[in-house]
């Protein structure tokens, strides 16, 4: 994923579907962090619109973006089968 700054959330995925978390963060330099438990997101979205609206799209962008990188993947391997095989003949 690369950095996290400011006002931006992880760990919004584990909270939502109950998995275990799919990235680790460390920080590079003092940091204050909110830790929500599943339950307390829950209240707070229902609540708020505003927020859960915003969550919605974070975690849309960053599907996106992980869809982008797994066709990049795709595609080299592709390349690299065509290549592959005509080194083969």
Do not use: W
């Amino acid at each position: 994923m690369g950095e996290v700054g400011q006002g931006q959330v992880v760990g919004e995925l584990a909270l939502m579907d109950k998995q275990p978390r799919s990235a680790d963060v460390i920080a590079i330099a003092p940091t204050k962090l909110l830790k929500l438990s599943a339950q307390s997101l829950t209240a707070l979205l229902n609540r708020h619109g505003t927020i859960a609206r915003g969550l919605f799209q974070l975690v849309t962008e960053r599907l996106r973006e992980a869809n982008k990188r797994q066709e990049r993947v795709d595609k080299l391997i592709r390349i690299y089968r065509v290549r592959g095989h005509a080194i083969a003949k």
